[in-house]
């Protein structure tokens, strides 16, 4: 309130001072920057409360975020079982554990444990896949929910354990190292590709072998996961010329060929059949994805092929290799201290969360007070009285530039020019029809003094006007600029509570005392005692 209250006392002086333009210029600049200095003081000071305040209140938050979401998390797995509520805090001490050993938060590792659970995967076998899931993440630059996903679903489609998410990953490992792909890719993709291959009879190992050969020939990952599937359904609903190869070999359906001998063994016996048949390819295997899989792996690719399938047998190990090269990078020592920062943020959202609730209360109890002025403010138009505030002080201020104008014109004996002015100005001020009859009359009166006034009057009342409007135009944009930086103020600290003070501030300073100075300095005798020196 102090600050408004300067800069409401340098305002009146611009009003009530009788002396020098300049000097009271001066004065209203002086006061001026010293309220501003104040202000910034305050503000300063207010700032730093704010930031600090702020920075508590993110900190508080960040914390309860990650014990709620985590809480969550846990709450949704105990959906898909039978535990008690014993068991599910034992399995968060585990989940939470990973955190420290692996770049994945308890909350993603969560997610992903509910997904191995939503695929029957239970207790230690859950915790073996999570655990896999998270190396091959790390090492694969993917994360744990998309490797669990898939590797849940290559063991489902191929009937597998628990324990062979490792061979799943070495497998996946090597076609990476081998092929023009990526872990996630591949995770996100191959999924789709072993719920068809497995039912067929193709092996994982003659499928990733596929994907490093076709990858490598410049196929991308989709792509070539897309060519294998339909390459795989064309032998399970063969054409008439496709049909008529398999049952030459003494097979009754492709299925049955690929389960015998296997997906690639399949591929080179009907390619070789066609060659000695005279018949294209294409015509054996008309979708064209399909032909985009079968024409490099049974020509060109071939050798490549063979060489793949060889390094899928050797591929034991591959994963953790990966993982181990993957883990001595800087970023993943980082990634894996910001989830053990999570975790601890964990441990202190379980402290501070069961105290949320009564600290919202306070806090709105708090803001009660001030949300029901705000409300009494909004329904007698509070936004309007600064506004009107402002222009109140404008066209006061405006007036009593008038008023020294009219004076200094006096002065200098241009009472014709005067009287002229003055009728202008009463009839556009709609000051009356007494106003407007005072300065006709002023100008019938005054017409013999206008000869003998001549262009020096007339130059020295211009004069003086021109100083008159200037101040007028000083004190307009200096309310306005008072309202400006009420408002910049405000932005720039961020902080409503901060706005809102400043507000109440300028406009209970500024309001009464400008607006009800100025109106007493131009009050009516001054217009009678003007009329008198005319007359």
């Known amino acids: 309130m102090a600050e408004g209250a300067v800069l409401g006392t340098a305002i009146v002086n611009l009003v009530f001072n009788k002396g020098n333009m300049a000097s009271g210029l001066s004065g209203i600049a002086k006061s001026t920057n010293t309220s501003i200095g104040s202000i910034i003081k305050t503000v300063s000071k207010l700032g730093g409360v ?60 969560a997610k992903a444990m509910y997904q191995i659970y939503s695929a029957t995967f239970y207790g230690a076998d859950a915790m073996k896949i999570l655990e896999a899931s998270a190396r091959g993440a790390a090492a694969g630059l993917t994360d744990v929910f998309t490797a669990a996903n898939m590797g849940t679903t290559v063991l489902n489609a191929y009937g597998m354990q628990a324990k062979e998410i490792t061979h799943i990953n070495d497998l996946l490992f090597t076609a990476v190292r081998f092929g023009k792909t990526t872990y996630g890719e591949l995770a996100a993709q191959f999924g789709r590709l072993a719920g068809v291959a497995a039912p067929v009879g193709a092996g994982l190992e003659e499928m990733t072998a596929a994907i490093a050969t076709l990858t490598r020939q410049g196929i991308a ?63 054996m295997f008309t979708n064209v994805r399909a032909v985009t ?22 591929a034991g190990g591959a994963a953790d290799e990966a993982f181990f090269k993957q883990t001595g990078s800087w970023a993943y020592q980082l990634e894996i201290l910001k989830t053990r920062l999570n975790d601890v943020g964990i441990t202190l959202g379980k402290l501070v969360t069961p105290a949320i609730t009564g600290f919202l209360e306070a806090i ?61 100005a009463a009839s556009a001020a709609g000051v009356g029809t007494a106003g407007a009859a005072w300065a006709t009359t002023s100008t019938a009166a005054a017409g013999g003094a206008a000869a003998a006034g001549g262009a020096a009057g007339m130059s020295g009342g211009l004069a003086a006007l021109g100083l008159a409007a200037l101040g007028t135009a000083g004190v307009a944009i200096g309310v306005k600029g008072i309202v400006d930086l009420n408002l910049v103020i405000g932005q720039v600290i961020g902080g409503e509570e901060v706005k809102g003070a400043l507000a109440a501030s300028l ?16 009050s009516l005798k001054d217009w009678v005692g003007l009329q008198q020196e005319l007359g």
């Open 50 to 109: 704010g930031v600090g305040l702020y920075a508590l209140k993110r900190a508080v938050m960040t914390v309860h975020k990650s014990f709620v979401d985590f809480d969550r998390d846990m709450h949704n797995i105990w959906t898909l079982t039978d535990q008690t509520s014993e068991q599910v805090a034992a399995l968060s001490s585990e989940l939470r554990a990973l955190a420290w050993q692996y770049n994945v938060t308890s909350s993603e590792a």
């Open 221 to 283: 990952t989709d792509w070539a996961v897309t060519s294998l599937r339909q390459t795989l359904m064309k032998m399970l609903q063969p054409t008439k010329d496709l049909e008529k190869a398999i049952n030459d070999f003494g097979f009754a359906s492709g299925g049955a060929m690929i389960k015998a001998v296997g997906f690639a063994n399949s591929i080179k016996m009907v390619t070789d059949w066609a060659k000695m048949n005279g018949v294209e390819i294409s015509k």
């Open 293 to 314: 899989a079968v024409l490099p792996l049974a020509t060109t690719a071939a050798a490549g092929f063979a060489k793949d399938l060889q390094r899928m047998a050797d």
């Open 364 to 424: 709105l109890l708090l803001l009660r007070p001030i949300a029901l002025v705000a409300e009494g403010l909004e329904a007698i138009g509070g936004p309007i009285l600064l506004r009107f505030a402002t222009y109140v002080g404008t066209f006061t201020a405006a007036i009593w530039g008038l008023n020294k104008a009219l004076r200094a014109l006096i002065a200098t004996k241009a009472v014709a020019f005067l009287a002229g002015l003055g009728g202008a």
């Open 507 to 522: 406009e209970t300073a500024l309001g009464p005392l400008l607006g009800g100075a100025v109106f007493e300095e131009c």
